[in-house]
T-cell receptor, first 112, second 114 residues
């Protein structure tokens, strides 16, 4: 049963701390996305990789957020320093050269 | 104004009803249209995928796209309590770096009561 795996599932952290979220895309998929979901804004695209190369991170606050894909089986999203307004659900999704993308279960982040 | 508008509801219907969910959009470059279903505290799962205008049916679900009106719909026939979820429309442009770069509606919360 192929699925996108995200860790941690839940994270509570204090303002100013670094947060790292990890994603294992579905094996064989070459595109990886990071989305953020909030009640106010809905689902927003933060960053997007194809064949591990970053294609678009225009949705990401550059001063505190960074996204990397060190290898084909791991994508990371880092927030440093974290702020309360970063509290949201962060979804990783993967696909293969198409518009059918599959989402993970999400990382639920609360910054206090 | 957002590129994709979707009534957040909530929408409550009795079991067996026909449900109609809709989105409008402003960007005529959108070519691929999707509906995702999201259960509480879960990730979105792809329900329907259509390209350009037309209808697509899959079991109790029918997706319609009217590009001339910039309007898409999802119909659920014989709705079941298990259909209770948030339904998100999504769309994207064709080709190149736009693959998978989805723009989502806000989502409509649907409850089907027995």
């Amino acid at each position: 049963d192929a699925r996108v795996t995200q860790t941690p599932r839940h994270k509570v952290t204090e303002m100013g701390q670094e947060v790292t979220m990890r994603c294992q895309p579905i094996l064989g998929h070459n595109t990886v996305f990071w989305y953020r979901q909030t009640m106010m804004q809905g689902l927003e695209l933060l960053a997007y990789f194809r064949n591990r190369a970053p294609l678009d991170d225009s949705g990401m606050p550059k001063d505190r957020f960074s996204a990397e894909m060190p290898d084909a089986t791991l994508a990371t999203l880092k927030i440093q320093p974290s702020e309360p307004r970063d509290s949201a659900v962060y979804f990783c999704a993967s696909g293969f050269d198409g518009n059918t993308i599959y989402f993970g279960e999400g990382s639920w982040l609360t910054v206090v | 104004q957002k590129e994709v508008e979707q009534d957040p509801g909530p929408l409550s219907v009795p079991e067996g009803a026909i449900v109609s969910l809709n989105c409008t959009y402003s960007n005529s470059a959108f070519q691929y249209f999707m509906w995702y279903r999201q259960y509480s505290r879960k990730g979105p799962e792809l329900l329907m995928y259509t390209y350009s205008s037309g209808n697509k049916e899959d079991g109790r679900f029918t997706a319609q796209v009217d590009k001339s009106s910039k309007y898409i719909s999802l119909f659920i026939r014989d709705s079941q309590p298990s259909d209770s979820a948030t339904y998100l429309c999504a769309m994207t442009r064709a080709g190149g770096t736009s693959y998978g770069k989805l723009t989502f509606g806000q989502g409509t919360i649907l409850t089907v009561h027995p």
